[in-house]
């Protein structure tokens, strides 16, 4: 069976300084991630995606991730914070093999303090 | 760009009452999914639905609950007799199988008095 942790419930940061939210995996076989925000009474916003290439992947508002195979990793950055990026992050997993659903991390709230 | 819609928005209901969730996914798209996720907590994965029949279902999915496609484009989770326990906000997805990524609605906040 495929999890995600977020050993994270809070996360504060400074503006203009980087931000990290850790993520660790557990699949079966090769996996998918993903990185979704959630804003105030909002729905799931995509963020950015690892399915295979690179190890660092870019995605929206210029965050990024590193998939680390050995560490079973997806940590979520940023180099500088912004205000604005103060939201629920959820990391996700699916097994690449099967129609597996994707699994969420019990999320990470981020508070960028100005 | 292609959105999942969501309706409505915010329903309030009595214990004990059906409801109806509709969700209209993105339009090439042949895997759909509900979630549930209560007050800002984890997102729980509740049924996915492939080529009008469920793929896969968690064991939140219980016999109170049911999905159809009943017209090629809605797709619909019902409550047949809803409980307290599930006040919680029911995100549709649908998902590009090219990249694997979902695409989520934003959500139907139920409230259950």
């Known amino acids: 069976a495929q999890s995600v942790a977020q050993p994270e419930d809070q996360v504060n940061v400074a503006e203009g ?17 993903f990185w979704y925000v959630q804003y105030p009474n909002r729905g799931l916003q995509f ?3 690892y399915i295979t290439g690179d190890n660092l992947v870019k995605g929206s508002y210029g965050f990024e991730a590193e998939f680390n195979k050995s560490q079973t990793s997806f940590h979520l950055k940023k180099p500088s914070a912004l205000v604005s990026d103060s939201a629920l992050y959820f990391c996700a ?21 100005a | 760009e292609p959105e999942v819609t969501q309706t409505p928005s915010h329903q309030v209901t009595q214990m004990g ?9 993105i339009s090439n798209h042949l895997y759909f999914y509900w979630y549930r996720q209560i007050l800002g907590q984890k997102v729980e994965f ?12 968690s064991e939140i999915f219980d016999d109170q609950f049911s999905v ?14 809803t409980k307290l326990e599930d006040s919680a906000m029911y995100f549709c997805a649908s998902e590009d199988r090219y990249t694997g990524e979902l ?11």
Do not use: A, H, M
Request: with cysteine.
């Open chain 2, 103 to 113: 695409f989520f609605g934003e959500g139907s906040r139920l409230t259950v008095l």
């Open chain 1, 47 to 49: 963020l950015l995606k």
């Open chain 1, 17 to 33: 300084n980087p931000l990290t939210v850790k993520c660790t995996y557990s699949v079966s076989g090769n996996p998918y991630l």
């Open chain 2, 46 to 57: 509740l049924v996915s639905f492939y080529n009008n029949e469920i793929s896969e279902k």
């Open chain 1, 93 to 113: 997993v699916r097994d690449i093999r099967g129609n597996t659903p994707l699994v969420f991390g019990k999320g990470t709230r981020l508070s960028v303090i």
């Open chain 2, 17 to 25: 009452q059906e409801v109806i969730l509709r969700c209209v996914p």
């Open chain 2, 68 to 81: 159809e496609r009943p017209d090629g484009s809605n797709f619909t989770l019902k409550i047949r007799s």
